[in-house]
């Protein structure tokens, strides 16, 4: 194994690439910029460049324990270097015009294309899910398609041609050519080993395991750090920043395990939220619900704890739930390891208590007592794929008299982090978890926040909304 | 019948389709940027862009002064610059341009320029605009009967003002356009336009050109809808003013934050509304002020404005009626045409008053539109004079209260509501009656070009173009049927000026129309002559009598005298012999629609051809904790004619209600106290997604109503379906006005966001 300078290598479709950085070349170039700037990848399309319409699509196909799995990523949010040892497939790849893809030939024969520059995209998130070999309910095609917007069609075709071409012992040109796929990027996996670039204007680490990470952690203190990197990658494609120094975890072997105990489930930062989404479905139900309506599927594919984490957002769709649940992270530099609960780890407006020589490896969630009530909201504006205006989540521990031994709330986008709402905490403690109640804390959520106005809501709407959650919780549990 | 897909559809589906930023350019392309101000009104006192010029990879920066001809953006009003002089009038305006080897440099290149700026009162709202008193044309007025007399007669009155929030277009395929310079001065246009004849004007008169100098392409859009049919000519000119200097290729494409900071949007509107009418709901008297916010300059606003007000008593008879209407300036960005053209916001108004009436009444809303709509035979003349005729309300109120079980769901609605704290749900039934033409007389005329090759392919050139709504398909399905040949031997070319000259925007609904007729024309004069030779031909090897070329019928690849069903010739056999025997196998076609006028001073005439009609009912559920609202059920019930394509004329019917939905409901626009629009990315505005439609959504065509005088006898589709939206508008206020028991008028506007419902919803707790 070796290290590789400057250089990446990956199939497209199935021709093996390698692209060596330069001055001409940056790290941080999209694949979806690569993509256009060769001649027969156009059909890749750029819609708003912020993983927020899908124009851009592909799917990449990664091997694992001699099998490939295929999934929908937004391009415009993936910089280069992590295609390493994958398989990226572009709408090309998939079909032409004189032999179409099951899929393609279905999205024809609904007429789901009218302007078609969401076409490519829509082909490829299809195409994602027909690689899925099942057959799809409604719900896990409109799951499949929340990330891709179309502006011409009002989507009934396009929901139509996935049930059309999805099935079961789905057969296409890539099934058939997978052994020789996964020898190919197993090829490349074996022949390299940790990656990095420096062409003179930037520097891209891509460390293979923790302890390379780490070193690099303590090195390059002021390095960003990126995970999935969809938070990242729009300072690139929407503030056009030049980020001098990056170290990318997405191939860090040692983030993206889980474990399951009795007590606890231990989820590496580096499993993507889509993952964890589909895992903790029974177990965490209220952070299931929440990653349910965290940005679309190509986003959870790609994006992950550690960075909904790590950059202390506001309106993190994740941190009010893990809270919740009293969780805690595990942080870790070449030395030592420690502990410290997710409530007291965020200190401010994207500020927490993360040394700079730390990563965040993992967090630890605690299984619920069994009188553990805990469920999670989200308001915005649209249910998919919006950010949240108010969310929160809610975690009431019952006495056996049925009075509120202790309850926990934590609201996002009400305040600079998400935070806690103590005086009405403090007001329902002790109290009966009666209607009368939870009338007099909506008012008092009043004033534990003084939210504020902006695109997404006024303050005012913040205010009614997180007093309303309070009661849609108990209306929730009202018979628990 | 066989199934025809879209034209392109196979090239969209895997990623063949070829858009203008797809085409493969030498290497000596430039891309153009476009500097904007950052104040929405201000004097530029001085500027300083030579560092900005220094930098490497710099081909050039121009103002004003660079420009070779004219420095004007509209053809008719004239109030528009191409690059500001020495003031500036809104956000996004454009003060200079960047043509750089890469976008990257563009961009640092623009951050070098220094500008100071002499900052001025800006009007940011339509209130402040009214108190301002300043309108980008004189304002108009339709009046009809005695509307003061009607009022003093009245037995109810109510009055009220909406609140109409404007859109985005979101095409996913921002402005864009490629120039790329010829020989002498003249200029080769690729541009993402709806309106190519416009955009080679502009681009000829800033360059000082004629427009034979001007080639302006259009092969297909990433979507338009209104947004294109202007403001695509934004950066063509820009584009081509940089390539005519550069004298090299120039491209310049929006990033998706600058399309949507610097053009315009569908107008806000705020239309105060008086209306009067008996005990059952039956209307007498209208008197509506609508007031647009027209943002800087003309643009289409007294078009749209003209639109709105002949749209404002939707599909009702008022026979007292008064509608005057302003189109107020602002420092905004110009507003500018959108699916629907100012009907909506008209229309919106109008279906406001039903609602109220109904509550005041403690009706059934769907039984107060029933009473008011026009009539078959009485009841049934226009504000501005036209008489309606083939009025197909009657027959779709019919149909769609049955198939929708409208009375059996109401009463359902209503138990849920009684059974249901923090759960509601709404019901709606809206109608559309949308005028087909545009209202500007002139503009309602369509040419073609049509070429038969001689082995038999026929390539259609005509004056619209694509955007995604199936126009060429169309196109070529009339083609295919007036020749008597398949489908597939047709192909319509890229629209383009140098084959079809003088052309009007593809707007206005009218496209197939218009140049469906045209193509048709073109078709005619051909078969005129082939038909003269094939008769000819059949005289001469059948001596025993001749042909009548009037009696050859064109069908299944066949020209045979269906007299004589013995004489034949295959369609190819037929254009080869022709060919030989030296027939003109080309022909141009036109069309000019007849009969449409509409005198703007009297507010009267016939400004439409005909109508469209259509109705939706829509269920939605309403969380009145959190405000979101579900779309449970749709049933549409539109009206085609016969339809040119039924899968096609569905999508549009489908795609328009739900862009629609999106304006009513989650797609909302806010500007802080400067005048910067808030949402402008997809971040924060939302248009509907896949999780967004009606969990039933039923649509469906009505059947055996045939349109006399149209092509095919079809009608027109793109525009219409996108007011069925308002059942879902109106449904959700009939959910939140259900936790009052309907006993309060609740606070309602376009759109109805979330916080927007819950901003009611506890005004009606109060």
């Given at each position: 194994?070796?290290?590789?300078?400057?250089?990446?290598?990956?199939?497209?479709?199935?021709?093996?690439?390698?692209?060596?950085?330069?001055?001409?070349?940056?790290?941080?170039?999209?694949?979806?910029?690569?993509?256009?700037?060769?001649?027969?990848?156009?059909?890749?399309?750029?819609?708003?460049?912020?993983?927020?319409?899908?124009?851009?699509?592909?799917?990449?196909?990664?091997?694992?324990?001699?099998?490939?799995?295929?999934?929908?990523?937004?391009?415009?949010?993936?910089?280069?270097?992590?295609?390493?040892?994958?398989?990226?497939?572009?709408?090309?790849?998939?079909?032409?015009s004189?032999?179409?893809?099951?899929?393609?030939?279905?999205?024809?024969?609904?007429?789901?294309?009218?302007?078609?520059?969401?076409?490519?995209?829509f082909?490829?998130?299809?195409?994602?899910?027909?690689?899925?070999?099942?057959?799809?309910?409604?719900?896990?095609?409109?799951?499949?398609?929340?990330?891709?917007?179309?502006?011409?069609?009002?989507?009934?075709?396009?929901?139509?041609?996935?049930?059309?071409?999805?099935?079961?012992?789905?057969?296409?040109?890539?099934?058939?050519?997978?052994?020789?796929?996964?020898?190919?990027?197993?090829?490349?996996?074996?022949?390299?080993?940790?990656?990095?670039?420096?062409?003179?204007?930037?520097?891209?680490?891509?460390?293979?395991?923790?302890?390379e990470?780490?070193?690099?952690?303590?090195?390059?203190?002021?390095?960003?750090?990126?995970?999935?990197?969809?938070?990242?990658?729009?300072?690139?494609?929407?503030?056009?920043?030049?980020?001098?120094?990056?170290?990318?975890?997405?191939?860090?072997?040692?983030?993206?395990?889980?474990?399951?105990?009795?007590?606890?489930?231990?989820?590496?930062?580096?499993?993507?939220?889509?993952?964890?989404?589909?895992?903790?479905?029974?177990?965490?139900?209220?952070?299931?619900?929440m990653?349910?309506?965290?940005?679309?599927?190509?986003?959870?594919?790609?994006?992950?704890?550690?960075?909904?984490?790590?950059?202390a957002?506001?309106i993190?769709d994740?941190?009010?739930?893990?809270?919740?649940?009293?969780?805690?992270?595990?942080?870790?530099?070449?030395?030592?390891?420690?502990?410290?609960?997710?409530?007291?780890?965020?200190t401010?407006?994207?500020?927490?208590?993360?040394?700079?020589?730390?990563?965040?490896?993992?967090?630890?969630?605690?299984?619920?007592?069994?009188?553990?009530?805990?469920?999670?909201?989200?308001?915005?504006?649209?249910?998919?794929?919006?950010?949240?205006?108010?969310?929160?989540?809610?975690?009431?521990?019952?006495?056996?008299?049925?009075?509120?031994?202790?309850?926990?709330?934590?609201?996002?986008?009400?305040?600079?982090?998400?935070?806690?709402?103590?005086?009405?905490?403090?007001?329902?403690?002790?109290?009966?978890?009666?209607?009368?109640?939870?009338?007099?804390?909506?008012?008092?959520?009043?004033?534990d926040y003084?939210?504020?106005?902006?695109?997404?809501?006024?303050?005012?709407a913040?205010?009614?909304?997180?007093?309303?959650?309070?009661?849609?919780?108990?209306?929730?549990?009202?018979?628990? | 019948?066989?199934?025809?897909?879209?034209?392109?559809?196979?090239?969209?589906?895997?990623?063949?389709?070829?858009?203008?930023?797809?085409?493969e350019?030498?290497?000596?392309?430039?891309?153009?940027?476009?500097?904007?101000?950052?104040?929405?009104?201000?004097?530029?006192?001085?500027?300083?862009?030579?560092?900005?010029?220094?930098?490497?990879?710099?081909?050039?920066?121009?103002?004003?002064?660079?420009?070779?001809?004219?420095?004007?953006?509209?053809?008719?009003?004239?109030?528009?610059?191409?690059?500001?002089?020495?003031?500036?009038?809104?956000?996004?305006?454009?003060?200079?341009?960047?043509?750089?080897?890469?976008?990257?440099?563009?961009?640092?290149?623009?951050?070098?320029?220094?500008?100071?700026?002499?900052?001025?009162?800006?009007?940011?709202?339509?209130e402040?605009?009214?108190?301002?008193?300043?309108?980008?044309?004189?304002?108009?007025?339709?009046?009809?009967?005695?509307?003061?007399?009607?009022?003093?007669?009245?037995?109810?009155?109510?009055?009220?003002?909406?609140?109409?929030?404007?859109?985005?277009?979101?095409?996913?395929?921002?402005?864009?356009?490629?120039?790329?310079?010829?020989?002498?001065?003249?200029?080769?246009?690729?541009?993402?336009?709806?309106?190519?004849?416009?955009?080679?004007?502009?681009?000829?008169?800033?360059?000082?050109?004629?427009?034979?100098?001007?080639?302006v392409?259009?092969?297909?859009m990433?979507?338009?809808?209104?947004?294109k049919?202007t403001?695509?000519?934004?950066?063509?000119?820009?584009?081509?003013?940089?390539?005519?200097?550069?004298?090299?290729?120039?491209?310049?494409?929006?990033?998706?934050?600058?399309?949507?900071?610097?053009?315009?949007?569908?107008?806000?509107?705020?239309?105060?509304?008086?209306?009067?009418?008996?005990?059952?709901?039956?209307?007498?008297?209208?008197?509506?002020?609508?007031?647009?916010?027209?943002?800087?300059?003309?643009?289409?606003?007294?078009?749209?404005?003209?639109?709105?007000?002949?749209?404002?008593?939707?599909?009702?008879?008022?026979?007292?009626?008064?509608?005057?209407?302003?189109?107020?300036?602002?420092?905004?960005?110009?507003?500018?045409?959108?699916?629907?053209?100012?009907?909506?916001?008209?229309?919106?108004?109008?279906?406001?008053?039903?609602?109220?009436?109904?509550?005041?009444?403690?009706k059934?809303?769907?039984?107060?539109?029933?009473?008011?709509?026009?009539?078959?035979?009485?009841?049934?003349?226009?504000?501005?004079?036209?008489?309606?005729?083939?009025?197909?309300?009657?027959?779709?109120?019919?149909?769609?209260?049955?198939?929708?079980?409208?009375?059996?769901?109401?009463?359902?609605?209503?138990?849920?509501?009684?059974?249901?704290?923090?759960?509601?749900?709404?019901?709606?039934l809206?109608?559309?009656?949308?005028?087909?033409?545009?209202?500007?007389?002139?503009?309602?005329?369509?040419?073609?070009?049509?070429?038969?090759?001689?082995?038999?392919?026929?390539?259609?050139?005509?004056?619209?173009?694509?955007?995604?709504?199936?126009?060429?398909?169309?196109?070529?399905?009339?083609?295919?049927?007036?020749?008597?040949?398949?489908?597939?031997?047709?192909?319509?070319?890229?629209?383009?000026?140098?084959?079809?000259?003088?052309?009007?925007?593809?707007?206005?609904?009218?496209g197939?129309?218009?140049?469906?007729?045209?193509?048709?024309?073109?078709?005619?004069?051909?078969?005129?002559?082939l038909?003269?030779?094939?008769?000819?031909?059949?005289?001469?090897?059948?001596?025993?009598?001749?042909?009548?070329?009037?009696?050859?019928v064109?069908?299944?690849?066949?020209?045979?005298?269906?007299?004589?069903?013995?004489?034949?010739?295959?369609?190819?056999?037929?254009?080869?012999?022709?060919?030989?025997?030296?027939i003109?196998?080309?022909?141009?076609?036109?069309?000019?629609?007849?009969?449409?006028?509409?005198?703007?001073?009297?507010?009267?005439?016939?400004?439409?051809?005909?109508?469209?009609?259509?109705?939706?009912?829509?269920?939605?559920?309403?969380?009145?904790?959190?405000?979101?609202?579900?779309?449970?059920?749709?049933?549409?019930?539109?009206?085609?004619?016969e339809?040119?394509?039924?899968?096609?004329?569905?999508?549009?019917?489908?795609?328009?209600?739900?862009?629609?939905?999106?304006?009513?409901?989650?797609?909302?626009?806010?500007?802080?106290s400067?005048?910067?629009?808030?949402?402008?990315?997809?971040?924060?505005?939302?248009?509907?997604?896949?999780?967004?439609?009606?969990?039933?959504?039923?649509?469906?065509?009505?059947?055996?109503?045939?349109?006399?005088?149209?092509?095919?006898?079809?009608?027109?589709?793109?525009?219409?379906?996108?007011?069925?939206?308002?059942?879902?508008?109106?449904?959700?206020?009939?959910?939140?006005?259900?936790?009052?028991?309907?006993?309060?008028?609740?606070?309602?506007?376009?759109?109805?966001?979330?916080?927007?419902i819950?901003?009611?919803?506890?005004?009606?707790?109060?």
């Amino acid at each position: 194994m070796t290290t590789n300078k400057n250089k990446i290598q990956f199939l497209l479709g199935d021709k093996l690439t390698e692209i060596e950085f330069n001055s001409e070349i940056s790290p941080t170039t999209t694949v979806l910029n690569y993509l256009r700037s060769l001649p027969n990848h156009k059909g890749v399309k750029e819609g708003c460049a912020e993983g927020d319409c899908g124009a851009c699509t592909v799917v990449i196909a990664e091997e694992s324990n001699n099998k490939l799995t295929y999934k929908s990523f937004d391009s415009c949010l993936i910089f280069l270097p992590s295609l390493h040892g994958k398989q990226l497939i572009t709408v090309e790849n998939v079909g032409t015009s004189e032999k179409l893809h099951p899929v393609q030939e279905a999205l024809v024969e609904t007429h789901a294309s009218q302007c078609g520059f969401c076409t490519p995209g829509f082909t490829m998130s299809l195409f994602s899910l027909y690689k899925q070999d099942f057959i799809p309910s409604k719900e896990f095609i409109i799951d499949a398609l929340t990330g891709n917007l179309c502006r011409c069609t009002g989507y009934k075709p396009i929901i139509e041609a996935a049930h059309k071409c999805c099935g079961e012992h789905n057969h296409d040109y890539f099934s058939e050519n997978e052994n020789e796929t996964i020898l190919k990027l197993k090829g490349i996996k074996n022949s390299t080993n940790n990656i990095v670039i420096d062409n003179g204007i930037q520097k891209y680490f891509l460390p293979s395991n923790l302890a390379e990470a780490l070193q690099l952690r303590t090195d390059l203190p002021n390095a960003t750090i990126i995970n999935g990197g969809t938070d990242i990658a729009l300072r690139v494609t929407k503030k056009h920043e030049i980020i001098t120094t990056i170290i990318d975890l997405s191939q860090t072997i040692g983030l993206k395990k889980i474990t399951k105990t009795d007590k606890e489930w231990i989820i590496g930062t580096g499993v993507s939220i889509e993952d964890v989404r589909i895992e903790v479905k029974d177990i965490f139900p209220a952070l299931y619900e929440m990653l349910s309506v965290f940005g679309s599927k190509q986003i959870r594919n790609k994006a992950t704890f550690g960075g909904n984490i790590g950059s202390a957002s506001p309106i993190g769709d994740s941190t009010p739930v893990l809270m919740a649940y009293n969780s805690t992270l595990v942080l870790k530099n070449t030395k030592a390891e420690r502990e410290i609960k997710l409530r007291e780890f965020i200190t401010g407006y994207r500020k927490t208590q993360m040394s700079s020589d730390e990563l965040i490896i993992a967090v630890k969630i605690p299984i619920p007592n069994t009188n553990e009530i805990i469920k999670s909201y989200k308001v915005s504006k649209r249910k998919d794929l919006d950010i949240s205006t108010v969310s929160a989540c809610f975690n009431l521990l019952k006495d056996e008299k049925g009075k509120i031994k202790e309850i926990f709330m934590f609201y996002g986008g009400m305040a600079a982090t998400t935070s806690r709402a103590s005086k009405t905490e403090d007001f329902l403690n002790g109290k009966e978890w009666n209607r009368e109640n939870i009338e007099k804390a909506m008012k008092l959520i009043d004033e534990d926040y003084t939210p504020i106005s902006d695109a997404r809501a006024g303050a005012e709407a913040r205010k009614i909304m997180a007093r309303n959650l309070l009661m849609k919780f108990y209306n929730d549990t009202i018979n628990l | 019948m066989k199934k025809i897909y879209h034209e392109s559809a196979k090239y969209h589906v895997s990623g063949e389709a070829i858009y203008i930023d797809d085409i493969e350019v030498n290497n000596q392309l430039l891309h153009g940027y476009v500097y904007t101000s950052p104040v929405a009104h201000a004097k530029i006192k001085s500027y300083n862009y030579s560092e900005a010029q220094k930098l490497a990879g710099v081909h050039a920066i121009l103002n004003y002064k660079d420009i070779p001809g004219h420095n004007q953006m509209v053809p008719v009003f004239q109030d528009e610059v191409i690059l500001a002089i020495d003031e500036v009038t809104f956000i996004g305006q454009a003060i200079f341009l960047i043509a750089a080897e890469t976008e990257e440099i563009a961009r640092q290149a623009s951050k070098l320029i220094e500008i100071e700026y002499e900052e001025l009162p800006a009007i940011l709202t339509i209130e402040d605009a009214i108190q301002n008193g300043v309108t980008v044309q004189p304002s108009r007025k339709i009046e009809t009967g005695d509307i003061n007399e009607a009022f003093k007669n009245a037995k109810n009155i109510i009055e009220g003002e909406l609140k109409i929030g404007g859109q985005e277009h979101w095409y996913l395929e921002t402005q864009i356009c490629l120039c790329i310079p010829q020989e002498g001065r003249d200029m080769k246009v690729f541009s993402s336009t709806q309106n190519p004849s416009e955009t080679q004007l502009l681009v000829a008169e800033a360059l000082g050109l004629h427009k034979m100098n001007v080639e302006v392409e259009m092969k297909r859009m990433g979507g338009g809808f209104g947004g294109k049919e202007t403001q695509g000519n934004h950066v063509a000119v820009w584009s081509a003013i940089l390539a005519n200097y550069t004298k090299k290729p120039v491209k310049i494409r929006l990033f998706r934050d600058e399309d949507q900071k610097m053009t315009g949007k569908r107008h806000r509107f705020l239309i105060k509304y008086k209306a009067a009418f008996d005990e059952n709901g039956l209307i007498s008297a209208v008197d509506f002020e609508q007031n647009a916010d027209a943002g800087a300059t003309s643009d289409l606003s007294m078009s749209i404005l003209e639109r709105a007000m002949l749209h404002a008593e939707n599909s009702y008879y008022v026979p007292n009626m008064r509608i005057i209407g302003h189109a107020w300036k602002t420092n905004l960005p110009s507003n500018t045409a959108f699916r629907g053209f100012g009907g909506p916001q008209g229309i919106a108004a109008m279906e406001t008053i039903i609602d109220r009436i109904a509550r005041t009444l403690k009706k059934d809303s769907a039984e107060i539109r029933n009473i008011n709509f026009y009539a078959l035979f009485e009841r049934n003349v226009t504000p501005y004079g036209q008489k309606i005729e083939n009025n197909r309300l009657p027959k779709i109120w019919e149909q769609i209260i049955e198939t929708s079980e409208y009375f059996a769901r109401r009463k359902q609605v209503n138990e849920f509501n009684q059974k249901n704290e923090f759960y509601k749900k709404g019901l709606a039934l809206t109608p559309i009656k949308f005028g087909i033409s545009f209202t500007t007389a002139f503009l309602n005329q369509a040419g073609a070009l049509v070429h038969i090759y001689n082995d038999g392919s026929v390539l259609v050139n005509h004056g619209g173009t694509e955007m995604g709504q199936g126009l060429h398909t169309k196109m070529r399905q009339i083609a295919a049927k007036e020749l008597g040949i398949d489908y597939e031997n047709v192909k319509v070319n890229a629209t383009n000026t140098t084959k079809v000259p003088n052309t009007s925007p593809t707007a206005a609904s009218s496209g197939a129309d218009m140049n469906g007729m045209a193509v048709k024309d073109a078709i005619d004069k051909i078969k005129k002559r082939l038909s003269t030779f094939i008769a000819c031909k059949f005289g001469a090897t059948y001596r025993d009598n001749t042909s009548d070329a009037e009696n050859l019928v064109y069908d299944r690849n066949i020209i045979y005298d269906w007299k004589q069903p013995e004489r034949k010739i295959s369609f190819n056999d037929a254009i080869k012999a022709a060919y030989l025997g030296r027939i003109n196998l080309s022909s141009n076609g036109f069309y000019a629609t007849p009969g449409v006028n509409f005198n703007r001073d009297r507010g009267f005439g016939k400004p439409f051809f005909y109508f469209s009609y259509g109705m939706a009912v829509s269920e939605v559920l309403l969380d009145i904790l959190t405000g979101y609202t579900k779309i449970l059920r749709t049933d549409i019930l539109h009206d085609v004619g016969e339809s040119l394509n039924v899968d096609l004329d569905k999508g549009q019917v489908e795609g328009a209600f739900i862009q629609g939905v999106g304006w009513c409901t989650t797609e909302e626009l806010k500007y802080d106290s400067k005048g910067n629009l808030l949402n402008h990315s997809p971040d924060t505005y939302k248009i509907p997604g896949v999780n967004d439609i009606p969990e039933i959504f039923n649509v469906n065509l009505l059947k055996g109503y045939p349109q006399p005088g149209t092509i095919h006898r079809s009608k027109a589709v793109g525009e219409p379906p996108f007011m069925l939206s308002f059942s879902v508008w109106l449904a959700i206020k009939d959910a939140i006005s259900s936790i009052k028991n309907h006993e309060i008028e609740p606070n309602f506007q376009i759109p109805a966001t979330n916080e927007n419902i819950l901003l009611s919803i506890e005004n009606l707790k109060k």
